[in-house]
């Protein structure tokens, strides 16, 4: 039998959301290279660099923290990790109240050096930096405190109050899930409005909310458009979303009733 044929590879699969380090599944190195005529000692050295645009997980208040991955795998070690399999175990911490990145960062390089049976170098960045990509436009809520454990859209969350102001907010906490494969579909998310000032912990909440939510993208953007809409009172808004790429295609539903279309320029790190 093909080891192969034990893995999750090709086969339809539910998608944990509680972290599970048994859903890795290595695969022999040797065995691989035997069929291109390699044993023993091979004639390179090297290693497999793999990027990871997806991390997500909770901390102790139930708040979605998010991060870029980058693994390094020595070429000499015994196994190498089936990408579904990483996939699937990565998707695993999103439900789980995991505190900082540098736990996080720790039980991955544990996860995987022991899968690989090698030291895997593991380093966490945030969703968007200077110089790779371009965030957004508007000022980031993500730093904004709060506590949540509602991952179903939650429009209640929002409020807004005072005299007219302008501003553009924007979030990389944004997770849905695909109403067909149950994928996790993440995505950085404008909100530009003149109106009411909205209160940014309200609208991170309510952003937050759609963790577990089963909706394409371009309906998500429309329910938040809607839900804004109503419960802010905003004269003119805008929400503009860019998630993650999905086999080389990225979805981008931008929704306004005082623009003509979205900024230009705009890619941001995890696309």
Same mark, same amino acid.
């Given at each position: %039998?093909?080891?192969? =044929?034990?893995? #999750?590879?090709? &086969?339809?699969?539910? /998608?944990?959301?509680?972290?599970? @380090?048994?859903?890795?599944?290595?695969? =022999?190195?040797?065995?691989?290279?035997?069929?291109?005529?390699?044993?023993?000692?091979?004639?390179?050295?090297?290693?497999?660099?793999?990027? #990871? /645009?997806?991390?997500?997980? $909770?901390?102790?208040?139930?708040?979605?923290?998010?991060?870029?991955?980058?693994? &390094?795998?020595?070429?000499?070690?015994?196994? $190498?990790? !089936?990408?579904?399999?990483?996939? $699937? /175990?990565?998707?695993?911490? #999103?439900?789980?109240?995991?505190?900082?990145?540098?736990?996080? %960062?720790?039980?991955?390089?544990?996860?995987?050096?022991?899968?690989?049976?090698?030291?895997? #170098?593991?380093?966490?960045? @945030?969703?968007?930096?200077?110089?790779?990509?371009?965030?957004?436009?508007?000022?980031?809520?993500?730093?904004?405190?709060?506590?949540?454990?509602?991952? !179903?859209?939650?429009?209640?969350?929002?409020?807004?109050?005072?005299?007219?102001?302008?501003?553009?907010?924007?979030?990389? $906490?944004?997770?849905?899930?695909?109403?067909?494969?149950?994928?996790?579909?993440?995505?950085?998310? %404008?909100?530009?409005?003149?109106?009411?000032?909205?209160?940014?912990?309200?609208?991170?909440? /309510?952003?937050?909310?759609?963790?577990?939510?089963?909706?394409?993208?371009?309906?998500? *953007?429309?329910?938040?458009?809607?839900?804004?809409? !109503?419960?802010?009172?905003?004269?003119?808004?805008? *929400?503009?979303?860019?998630?993650?790429?999905?086999?080389?295609?990225?979805?981008?539903?931008?929704?306004?009733?005082?623009?003509?279309?979205?900024?230009?320029?705009? &890619?941001?790190? &995890?696309?």
């Amino acid at each position: %039998m093909n080891p192969l =044929d034990r893995s #999750a590879l090709g &086969r339809a699969t539910t /998608y944990p959301d509680r972290y599970d @380090p048994t859903l890795l599944f290595p695969v =022999d190195r040797e065995e691989q290279r035997r069929g291109i005529g390699l044993r023993g000692r091979v004639p390179f050295g090297g290693a497999d660099l793999w990027t #990871a /645009y997806e991390i997500s997980w $909770l901390d102790t208040r139930g708040k979605p923290q998010a991060a870029i991955g980058e693994f &390094r795998v020595p070429c000499d070690s015994p196994a $190498l990790i !089936e990408s579904k399999s990483l996939k $699937l /175990y990565l998707g695993s911490f #999103a439900q789980e109240p995991m505190g900082m990145g540098a736990e996080v %960062m720790r039980r991955i390089q544990v996860d995987l050096s022991a899968a690989c049976g090698a030291f895997v #170098a593991v380093a966490l960045s @945030p969703p968007g930096w200077p110089g790779a990509g371009a965030d957004l436009p508007g000022d980031s809520i993500d730093a904004t405190a709060i506590a949540t454990d509602v991952y !179903e859209p939650d429009p209640d969350a929002l409020a807004a109050s005072g005299s007219g102001i302008e501003e553009t907010l924007r979030s990389a $906490l944004f997770r849905s899930r695909c109403p067909v494969t149950g994928q996790p579909d993440c995505g950085d998310v %404008m909100v530009r409005y003149r109106g009411p000032r909205i209160d940014r912990a309200g609208l991170l909440r /309510y952003l937050v909310s759609y963790r577990r939510h089963a909706a394409f993208h371009e309906s998500c *953007v429309e329910r938040v458009f809607v839900d804004v809409l !109503e419960h802010c009172a905003p004269q003119a808004l805008t *929400v503009y979303a860019r998630f993650a790429r999905r086999g080389g295609i990225d979805i981008n539903p931008f929704r306004s009733n005082f623009e003509s279309g979205p900024p230009p320029g705009v &890619r941001t790190r &995890r696309q």
